[in-house]
């Protein structure tokens, strides 16, 4: 017998894209504004639904200089566990060019989990200079955190048992058209 | 990859992740903070049987740039002069708890017999062994070149590419040269076409049957268009008249002369009409190989070589560091 | 104790099963269905019979090198292997270039009694290559040495080993030469040859060992050796053109001589990419091509004999880099498994001819009386009898010998011996070392 996984969808391509409308509402609103916005997606997947993000808030706000203040950060070289897992070809760190210092930035990622990308992020950040605030938006939190850490903004929370998997689907790093994206858990 | 010995093993797909991962190291060296934490409390052990400052201080720079803590140990003023055996040495290291052994030795093989022993549970890099290999060496040139090849061809970013369709040309002591070999191998995984050029003296018995094509003479090498032309220091011990009767004799022959230069600098990146660029390994002896117009022209990529360096040396110590290659989970 | 052995059953060159009945040191009777009530009885059903093996070419590293090997185990290495006589090299220290040197490796052998030990002679004083060592006290020595060489070192002076040759006439002995032009393998300077020179060598950058750095000796010393009418002797042939040369010299009745060890019929220089110095050797491993040349040139006799060049090291001899570690490969405990490999079961010899080129032959070169004889009624009874049909992994911690340094480790090769009879003694029995000869009554 052959054990086949179970998997259930628990957000469509539409829900995607309204979490997405309603998180760049939700930054807007608590920034009042964009002003000094820097939005930083962590690779793989926080680098599309940064720049999603990123057009978003152009269509809130048509002042966003989103070539800008959209980028990407990685982590790789800042995860605590390089010993045990790990081995990843590092991806490029996009920032502004003018620097962090002083900006908020919202750093992005698809699924917030144990916290750890999270606290690297925070690690990897620090190394190119001040900011005067740090937020993160995720897709989905899916809980069993293991580091005192909690997102500002979130599309959706999954509650999860911790054997089960969530597969997060998006177009651009994975091979799915825009209107087939989806959240899946996987069990 | 345990272990980086030479390039003639190197798959290419593991080519690519170091040059890729160096890539990014690249874009550290050039921030303000050029620090990451990824090998806090490891140990990397430089292991130096022949001088070389340069290479030495290469792989330290990479190491410490990663949090690592370096030891050098080099056989001048070491117990290596009493006679104390490799192993005996590697024993002594590995008790105190070397996680990389980078390791340069006169001996071709020396690196392969550290890796393919028991006497420690370290990663073995070969930072070059006799008239073997010098992996690191190659890569940085792959890196160098791949980074003026993409760019000539509009990629916005190397990443991913490859030298495929690329003709490089390397110039001097094939028979005694590690960076000779190793580009050979690593530039024929990475898609180029190589060209040699050495008087018969130089080129190893055997070289008909590897995968390069050879030239007496160094004019009739630059009429075939290379992409970039490589030249190979002259060592001073093969000057005596054992492999060619004078050093000028040389420099008429296979130097990269003011007149030849003139030729390099019609030669363009395939037909990008972006210029062909001009390497070497260094140290360079200006007059001999390269004439001192040729080593300061704007084609040439030796500074880019050694800042490369350390970026491909940070990567292979990273990629050797970190554990299995598995698809990372969500966190 | 008895003295006598009736052998049944077994296939002398793999011929028709015969018994042989072995008494007072000689085959006393050979024929079906012999009776002996006061012989042990030995049942040699799938067993062949052969001679002795001899072997012109073996390190017993005494005196000087007894953490290597001494003429005690070096003995009991050839017993398990199957020779009943061995020559002992001279490059001992002090190397065997008086009558004092080649005495008392005689006299080790004698008292070691597993197999019968012969002193080679240095052809050079010291090995240093520059004036004759004492070829005539040798000659006159107990040890009566016959053969001289140089082994280790090429006798590289045209002009010495021209006299070499000459003088060597007065006293019925030979020159064994180790062909290996010095200046073509930069012998003796930090870019020594370490391997076969070609593809692999250029792709591993390790100073080449050129085939035409054995052949130019090879060439010039045939030439010499018509020249003033001698007897020459070239050790461990290992390449195809060397075969060439050879060929031409025999058929022009040049007095020459070949020999070529079972490694150099097996190995190949794509070993050394392992850097492994256990396939460090000198000559070094050379190419499939002349390993196929030297199997054929062996078979149809253009080569002579087949010579171990048994060269036990140390372990840190061997466990250090390549450009370091000492020269050379067991092969005593090996021989006849890698050529039953190499040589019969490719079809190339058959058992009579394994019986020429390890016994016959080389007892002629030497010109030993009792050693290498036909397996008939009055011989003395220096045979081995082997089981062909076995087969076992080469563990060199199972050896004899103290070297551990066998190419052969991990390797699963045909044949192995089950008795050798020295003098009509088994010295080695059911494949176990029994007695030497000399804790025998009536040895």
């Not at chain 1, 010993?83 to 699924?111: F, Y």
């Not at chain 3, 090198?65 to 001992?92: I, L, P, Y």
């Not at chain 3, 006299?107 to 060592?133: D, I, K, M, N, Q």
């Not at chain 3, 060397?242 to 220089?269: C, F, N, Y």
């Amino acid at each position: 017998m052959v054990d086949t996984p179970e998997t259930s969808q628990v957000m469509s391509a539409a829900d995607i894209d309204r979490a997405l409308t309603r998180i760049a509402h939700e930054i807007v609103e608590s920034q009042r504004g964009t002003t000094g916005l820097i939005i930083l997606g962590i690779p793989r997947r926080g680098v599309p639904l940064a720049k999603r993000l990123g057009e978003k808030l152009i269509s809130i706000d048509p002042g966003f200089d989103a070539a800008a203040h959209v980028g990407a950060l990685d982590i790789t070289m800042y995860r605590d566990d390089l010993r045990t897992a790990a081995a990843r070809t590092p991806e490029p760190t996009q920032l502004p060019s003018a620097g962090i210092d002083g900006a908020t930035v919202v750093l992005v990622d698809d699924v917030l989990f144990s916290g750890r990308t999270i606290r690297a992020a925070l690690d990897a950040l620090s190394d190119y200079g001040r900011p005067q605030a740090v937020r993160l938006a995720v897709l989905v939190d899916r809980g069993h955190r293991e580091l005192p850490i909690r997102a500002d903004h979130v599309g959706k929370n999954i509650p999860t048992s911790r054997s089960e998997r969530v597969s997060v689907k998006i177009s651009g790093i994975d091979e799915v058209p825009a209107a087939e994206e989806t959240v899946v858990i996987i069990r | 990859m345990r272990h980086l010995l030479s390039t003639a093993e190197l798959a290419y797909d593991d080519a690519l992740r170091i040059l890729d991962t160096a890539e990014e190291m690249a874009a550290v060296t050039s921030r303000e903070v050029k620090k990451l934490p990824t090998l806090r409390g490891r140990t990397v052990v430089n292991l130096f049987y022949e001088d070389s400052t340069r290479t030495r201080v290469s792989f330290e720079a990479a190491a410490k740039r990663l949090s690592a803590d370096v030891v050098n140990f080099s056989a001048k003023g070491s117990s290596v002069s009493k006679g104390e055996s490799l192993k005996d040495t590697v024993q002594t290291l590995d008790a105190m708890g070397a996680d990389a052994i980078v390791i340069r030795h006169s001996a071709a093989g020396s690196a392969a017999q550290l890796a393919a022993s028991d006497w420690s549970e370290a990663a073995v890099v070969n930072a070059g062994d006799g008239t073997h290999e010098h992996p690191t060496q190659a890569l940085l040139d792959a890196l160098t070149l791949r980074r003026d090849w993409a760019a000539a061809h509009g990629q916005d970013s190397p990443r991913g590419t490859d030298l495929a369709g690329m003709k490089v040309l390397i110039v001097g002591d094939i028979l005694h040269s590690r960076v000779a070999r190793s580009n050979l191998w690593l530039l024929r995984t990475l898609g180029a076409e190589v060209h040699f050029a050495a008087p018969a003296t130089l080129l190893p018995q055997g070289v008909e049957q590897w995968p390069a094509t050879g030239h007496y003479s160094l004019d009739d090498a630059l009429a075939a268009a290379p992409d970039a032309v490589m030249l190979l220091r002259v060592q001073a011990e093969r000057m005596g008249g054992a492999f060619f009767p004078t050093a000028a004799e040389y420099t008429r022959r296979w130097g990269l002369t003011d007149e030849r230069l003139s030729v390099v600098e019609k030669l363009t990146l395939g037909e990008t009409g972006k210029p062909a660029v001009i390497l070497h390994p260094g140290p360079m002896n200006r007059g001999v190989e390269i004439s001192a117009a040729a080593a300061d022209s704007p084609q040439t990529r030796i500074t880019e070589q050694v800042a490369n360096g350390v970026a491909v040396r940070m990567a292979v110590l990273h990629l050797l560091l970190s554990q299995s290659h598995q698809e990372e989970s969500h966190s | 104790m008895t003295t006598s052995y009736l052998i049944t059953g077994a296939k002398p060159y793999g011929e028709p099963a015969q018994d042989l009945l072995i008494r007072d040191g000689v085959i006393a009777d050979i024929g079906q269905n012999l009776q002996a009530d006061d012989a042990e009885v030995i049942d040699g059903t799938g067993l062949i019979a052969l001679p002795g093996m001899v072997d012109l070419h073996t390190h017993l590293r005494e005196p000087g090198r007894e953490d290597a090997e001494t003429v005690e185990t070096g003995s009991r290495a050839a017993a398990k292997g199957g020779f009943t006589a061995v020559h002992a090299m001279a490059n001992s220290s002090p190397v065997a270039d008086t009558a004092g040197v080649v005495e008392q490796v005689y006299r080790l052998g004698v008292e070691a009694g597993w197999t019968e030990v012969y002193p080679v002679g240095a052809v050079t004083r010291g090995l240093a290559g520059e004036s004759l060592a004492e070829l005539g006290a040798m000659a006159e020595s107990a040890a009566a040495v016959r053969m001289f060489s140089d082994d280790g070192h090429c006798v590289t002076n045209a002009q010495l080993m021209r006299r070499a040759l000459e003088y060597v006439k007065t006293i019925d002995g030979f020159i064994a030469q180790h062909a290996q032009d010095t200046d073509l393998t930069a012998w003796g300077t930090d870019n020594a040859a370490q391997m076969n020179e070609g593809s692999v060598s250029a792709t591993l950058g390790l100073p080449g060992w050129p085939s035409v750095a054995e052949e130019a000796i090879i060439a010039r010393d045939v030439l010499l050796a018509d020249y003033v009418g001698a007897k020459l002797h070239i050790c461990h042939v290992s390449t195809a053109g060397s075969v060439e040369i050879l060929r031409w010299a025999k058929a022009r009745g040049i007095q020459v001589t070949a020999e070529v060890t079972p490694h150099h019929l097996m190995l190949t220089d794509e070993l050394v990419a392992t850097y492994n110095p256990v396939y460090k050797v000198n000559p070094p491993l050379r190419t499939e091509a002349d390993t196929q040349a030297l199997r054929e040139a062996l078979a149809e006799g253009t080569i002579d004999v087949i010579g171990t060049d048994h060269a036990p090291h140390p372990e840190q001899a061997k466990e250090c880099e390549w450009a370091q570690a000492a020269m050379g490969m067991t092969g005593l405990e090996t021989a006849l498994n890698a050529v039953q490999h190499a040589m019969v079961e490719t079809g190339l010899i058959n058992w009579r001819r394994f019986a020429e080129i390890t016994s016959t032959r080389p007892a002629e070169i030497y010109g030993h009386q009792h050693q290498g004889q036909e397996i008939a009624a009055g011989q003395s009874a220096n045979i081995i009898l082997i089981d062909p049909a076995a087969s076992k992994t080469i563990t060199p911690e199972q050896h004899a010998s103290k070297g551990r340094n066998s190419p052969f480790r991990g390797i699963e090769l045909p044949g192995e011996v089950r008795y050798t009879f020295l003098a009509g003694q088994p010295v080695l029995a059911q494949a176990e070392l029994t007695q030497p000869v000399t804790e025998r009554t009536g040895a």
